[in-house]
């Protein structure tokens, strides 16, 4: 698919990789506790790339790091059309991404996704964020890789907290805009939770071509078609911040989809019976039961979210399941819902 002039491959085929590569210098990227993986993946595939470390997580998703980076590229005399390689989850692609595009107005990317979050959501799509006072993605770019690369065998290490983050987000696509992804999902429920590779393949391919579709449509989020993606990302940042980000990303996600489908039916737009489907699914795939949240720490993360405008929130409310009405909320009217315990379920 082609965005602006720049063709992004989604592949599993470390051939592509190989020819993106090729003739390039190539640098890749990874965090510390992956490096090892990192540098066997270099070796095991003949890939003649330089190794950097970045540290660990979503603390390195920051301005110091990012200058690190810059400074290593410099020092090395890496040009305009060398290329960098993201080597790990969503903190990695959005480090590397975001120098990606700023080092000498943009090089070339690639990304290797080790998670499954990573491979559904953060590789795909072109944004780019790092974290400023403890609030994602403060600053961030839209620069768009030339080859996403998704191995399934990354997968099969991946803690089942990281696996059950990476399974948040395909089911946001499922309950916002595929009802057909959500019904394979339901139907494979044995075969996901034993992450067996042909059913992992079909959903990640899945949900990388929803994505791909809505971004194509709505790049930079200026026609509000992309919006529809940010479905339990309203609630579910501020929750994932609120905890220090000691939830991960999808499972907070999951939170906020069941916390805005209350909202939705609190504004006469969810139909009947749809939390209680949010509900079933976070059971039949065991998500964990969370803590007691605190309602005013999570509200005052939402007042720095990058969807209010002109004193009013772009919120992306579920109808149906497959069904998504963006709609605008005066934020004062919206946070005094989002304060109102009756609207945060019983887990």
């Known amino acids: 698919m082609t965005f602006n002039g720049r063709k ?8 592509d990789l190989r020819n993106f590569i090729e003739g390039r210098r190539s640098i890749l990227i990874a965090q510390s506790g992956i ?4 540098k066997e993946f270099i070796d095991e595939n003949l890939l003649k790339s330089e190794f950097f470390d970045i540290g ?3 603390e390195a998703k920051n301005l110091e790091t990012v200058m690190s980076i810059v400074d290593y590229l410099g020092k090395k005399n890496v040009g305009r059309s060398d290329c960098l390689i993201s080597f790990g989850g969503g903190s990695a692609s ?4 975001f120098t990606a595009s700023i080092y000498k107005r943009g090089m070339e990317l690639a990304i290797i ?5 990573s491979m559904v959501d953060a590789s795909i799509g072109g944004k780019n964020g790092i974290d400023i006072g403890g609030t994602k ?6 620069y768009q890789p030339g080859i996403v690369y998704s191995d399934m065998n990354f997968l099969k290490s991946l803690s089942e907290i990281e696996y059950k983050s990476g399974l948040g987000e395909i089911i946001k696509y499922g309950l916002s805009i595929d009802r057909n992804l959500l019904s394979f999902m339901t139907g494979h429920i044995e075969e996901i939770e034993g992450r067996d590779e042909k059913v992992l393949r079909s959903i990640v391919t899945w949900s990388q071509r929803i994505k791909l579709g809505i971004v194509k449509e709505d790049e930079r989020e200026t026609e509000g078609v992309r919006e529809i993606l940010n479905v339990g990302h309203t609630v579910g940042h501020a929750i994932e911040s609120s905890s220090g980000f000691k939830i991960r990303h999808g499972i907070a996600v999951v939170y906020g989809m069941l916390v805005e489908c209350e909202l939705s039916i609190k504004f006469g737009l969810a139909e009947h019976g749809l939390c209680d489907t949010v509900r079933e699914i976070i059971k039949q795939f065991n998500f964990p039961v969370p803590e007691r949240f605190n309602i005013n720490k ?7 979210d990058k969807k209010i405008n002109g004193g009013k929130i772009n919120f992306p ?3 149906r399941a497959g069904e998504t009405e963006v709609i605008r909320i005066d934020i004062r009217d919206f946070l005094g819902w989002v304060k109102d315990e009756k609207i945060w379920p019983a887990w």
């Open 8 to 15: 992004t491959i989604l592949s599993s085929d470390i051939e």
């Open 35 to 38: 490096s090892n993986l990192a």
């Open 56 to 58: 660990d997580r979503e």
């Open 94 to 97: 959005d480090v590397v991404g």
């Open 113 to 117: 996704p080790t998670t499954l979050l």
């Open 137 to 142: 993605n403060q600053i961030g770019t839209f």
């Open 298 to 304: 999570i509200a005052k993360y939402i007042i720095n």
């Open 317 to 319: 409310a579920l109808k």
